[in-house]
């Protein structure tokens, strides 16, 4: 678990097309899932061995990041949740 979270702090990933078309129509940056990475609050293997990331994106929305390592760190798809940190 800790190397995807340090692949995402440290901005090693890359996301899937899937991944790219979420991010443009709910308008995440690539500086908001490194952010994620670094403001992780919880995250959870499923049984796929895809990774829930729970962090915050740079406006302090929760932003929930699914991924999966194999050589490296694959963003999978993500979405906002409606709280916002406090």
């Given at each position: 678990m800790s190397s995807v979270i340090e692949d995402l702090k440290s901005g090693n990933f890359t996301p899937t097309l899937h991944a790219q078309e979420r991010m443009s129509e709910r308008e995440i940056s690539f500086d908001d899932i490194v952010h994620?990475?670094?403001?992780?609050?919880?995250?959870?293997?499923?049984?796929?061995?895809?990774?829930?990331?729970?962090?915050?994106?740079?406006?302090?929305?929760?932003?929930?990041?699914?991924?999966?390592?194999?050589?490296?760190?694959?963003?999978?798809?993500?979405f906002r949740k409606s709280r916002r940190r406090k």
């Open positions: 994620a990475g670094k403001t992780c609050k919880n995250s959870v293997k499923n049984l796929d061995n895809t990774w829930e990331i729970d962090g915050f994106d740079c406006d302090g929305k929760r932003l929930i990041v699914i991924c999966v390592r194999y050589q490296k760190t694959l963003i999978i798809t993500l």
